[in-house]
């Protein structure tokens, strides 16, 4: 039983990080996206989403899910222009290597 609390907390505070991870980019995307020189339509059509999901993400108006979240981290670490400002999100890099290395 302990065991199974454990993990339930543990669950919650990666659920926590993944929010606040994705809160701290979603912050960024304007910034990000200009660097990098695209177009919204351009990078929608990069991660796989359409043009009008993608412009709600940057807006606010829709949440981030985590998979779009992951295919713009690969995107702007990737690339010249983005990575080292991805990389200085605030406690970025140390909170994708909690939420990586979890099982």
């Known amino acids: 039983m302990i065991e199974r609390e454990k993990r339930n907390i543990e669950e919650v505070d990666i659920e926590t990080i993944k929010q606040r991870l994705m809160a701290q980019l979603r912050n ?3 910034v990000l996206r200009a660097k990098s020189r695209l ?3 351009l990078l929608a059509e990069k991660i796989g989403v359409s043009r009008q999901t993608y412009s709600s993400i940057e ?4 949440e ?3 998979t779009t979240f992951l295919a ?3 995107y702007f670490q990737n690339n010249e222009q983005t990575r080292q400002m991805i990389n200085g ?3 970025f890099e140390e909170y994708m290597a909690i939420v990586m290395d979890r099982k």
């Not at 807006?59 to 829709?62: A, C, I, L």
């Open 28 to 30: 960024e995307l304007p």
């Open 39 to 41: 177009s919204q339509e």
């Open 59 to 62: 807006t606010g108006k829709r």
């Open 64 to 66: 981030i899910t985590w």
């Open 72 to 74: 713009l981290v690969a």
């Open 89 to 91: 999100i605030g406690n």
